[in-house]
């Protein structure tokens, strides 16, 4: 008998339409986590930056040329954090969409050969798989059919 927990999934993308919901619902998330920090930082920041430009100072002056920087500052740490994030957001989708698809695709695969053999094997998911409840209520369910 295979023992899955040994031979770990090369196939990342099991069940891709699945897969691809779970990302796309963690982008989603992603997207509104980010909306709402620029709403605060927004609200935050903008009776200090209003003040600011309606002092009318010089191009040149060390304030207009923090101003300016902070301005570049803010656009490139939110540009590179919202690149972060959506790598974070594409992995850990990723991970446990394969975590939960893995297990349903080894189940499906494993009654199909039941179905086929006639002989009724245990089941086994990947130790960091999800649902080892369902595994164990399988094994049990088998193991009482072959009383």
Not at 22 to 51: D, H, S
Not at 71 to 96: D, K
Request: hydrophobic residues 45%; proline residues 3%; glycine residues 4%.
């Amino acid at each position: 008998m295979e023992n899955n927990q040994h031979h770990p999934r090369k196939v990342l993308l099991i069940n891709p339409k699945f897969q691809y919901s779970i990302i796309r619902f963690m982008f989603i998330l992603m997207i509104l986590v980010i909306i709402i920090f620029t709403l605060i930082g927004t609200w935050q920041f903008r009776p200090l930056l209003t003040e600011l430009q309606n002092l009318d100072l010089d191009q040149t002056h060390p304030i207009s040329t923090a101003l300016e920087r902070f301005y570049f500052m803010i656009g490139l740490s939110f540009g590179l954090g919202t690149l972060a994030f959506s790598c974070i957001f594409f992995v850990a989708g990723l991970i446990i969409s394969h975590k939960i698809a893995g297990p349903l695709f080894n189940l499906k695969r494993h009654l199909k050969e039941i179905r086929e053999s006639g002989e009724y094997k245990e089941v086994k998911f990947r130790k960091k798989d999800y649902f080892h409840d369902l595994q164990d209520e399988i094994n049990e369910f088998i193991s009482h059919i072959k009383k």
